[in-house]
């Protein structure tokens, strides 16, 4: 994933920087600074897990001052309350579409000119039309069984969009549907976990659609050469449950904030940032391939080797936090080169839910994109010579 370009001055990761620094100056006189700034009920030492070691506990403790410090975080998560209605409105409606079918839903909020955006997995290109998408949906949501948990959802105000985040569990096809071969593959039942970033026009309606999610088992045995492709990996619903925050707590801007930081990582290659924002028990998590990052070193060990044969040239980001929970969420497109005999341009996109734990860091990244050309060759039974164009 990657972020658009940030100037030094003004960068998110720069500007936490500056912040943690004059905090440590009073964290490091903890015992009685601490007590001195905030409130009894704003104390929070106690609150530090017993498993957490001398230096996580401190750096626990120097975030908390962070959110809990004077001004920090005010003023810096755009609140519109009208437009963060009509983009719930959206969710919810796009919502009733995917738990219920309900095709009426899908028609209040897309506009005649919608265009689903190709994921490169089930679908190659973009796709046009209320009609088409709709019917294209909808080849999913007839053909399956499942139970229907609508996780999350973050309206981006500057960028007028709504994320949205479900997870079916117990997925299976209807019956008739299916030769049985792709049960044979997990334990009779699946779990598909998607991510989805609605655009709104100003009339209130969707024009733009990106979407990436897990694949069922009928899917992976038709596009993978190895259907078994992580099939191991199922999700419950718990594990995506987090505390409530209200939504004028300071930690909406600091989400915001470790979102951007965590988006110019991927921009610039630069690992030692993750440094303000990991947990020590961080992992990432990537539902479509069924791999997994543990731990806030292999995270940078894996910047560090991709940016070694990668150059970015372009692409863009868009951010939301959910009012709700303590998630935030990240779409960004990514133009670039490998190094070598890699392909010349590389162009695609992903779709990133961050959670974030009680004292404010990122503790889960549930990250899917679109397969990169080689991870299509490697692994699909057939590659298209062109994908993306609208059809």
């Not at 309206?155 to 985040?165: E, K, L, Q, R, W």
Request: aromatic share 8%; hydrophobic share 35%; with cysteine.
């Amino acid at each position: 994933m990657t972020l658009a370009m940030t100037s030094v001055a003004t960068s998110p990761a720069c500007t936490l920087r500056a912040r943690l620094a004059n905090t440590k100056r009073v964290a490091a006189r903890c015992r009685h600074a601490l007590p001195t700034m905030f409130k009894p009920d704003h104390c929070f030492p106690s609150k530090v897990s017993a498993s957490a070691t001398a230096s996580h506990r401190c750096r626990q403790m120097i975030v908390r001052a962070e959110q809990k410090g004077k001004g920090v975080g005010r003023g810096g998560y755009p609140i519109d309350e009208e437009k963060s209605k009509q983009l719930k409105l959206v969710a919810d409606k796009m919502d009733a579409f995917f738990a219920h079918n309900d095709e009426a839903a899908f028609d209040a909020v897309a506009s005649t000119d919608i265009t689903l955006h190709g994921d490169l997995l089930i679908l190659d290109n973009d796709l046009s039309g209320a009609d088409r998408v709709k019917q294209t949906l909808g080849l999913y949501t007839k053909a399956y069984d499942y139970k229907h948990e609508n996780i999350a959802h973050g309206a981006d105000i500057d960028g007028g969009s709504v994320f949205h985040f479900w997870l079916h569990q117990d997925l299976k096809k209807k019956e008739g549907g299916g030769d049985g071969k792709a049960e044979e593959l997990t334990d009779g039942t699946a779990t598909k976990a998607a991510l989805w970033r609605y655009v709104v026009g100003d009339n209130g309606k969707v024009t733009d659609i990106y979407f990436l999610t897990q694949l069922t088992p009928d899917e992976k045995l038709s596009m993978f050469t190895d259907p078994k492709l992580g099939s191991d990996l199922k999700f419950d619903v718990m594990d995506f449950k987090g505390p409530t925050i209200e939504p004028e707590d300071n930690r909406m801007s600091s989400m915001l904030d470790s979102a951007k930081i965590f988006s110019e990582i991927w921009e610039t290659g630069n690992s030692s940032l993750a440094d303000n924002i990991l947990s020590k028990n961080f992992k990432e998590i990537a539902p479509i391939f069924g791999s997994k990052i543990e731990g806030p070193e292999k995270f940078k060990s894996t910047i560090d080797g991709l940016f070694s044969n990668y150059t970015r040239t372009g692409g863009m980001s868009a951010f939301a936090v959910d009012p709700d929970s303590n998630k935030a969420f990240i779409h960004w497109e990514s133009k670039g080169k490998m190094s070598g005999d890699g392909p010349d341009g590389i162009s695609l996109y992903g779709l990133n839910m961050l959670i974030f734990d009680s004292y404010g860091l990122v503790e889960t990244v549930v990250g899917f994109r679109q397969p990169l050309p080689n991870e299509r060759v490697k692994y699909m039974k057939k590659v298209p010579e062109k994908a993306g164009a609208a059809v």
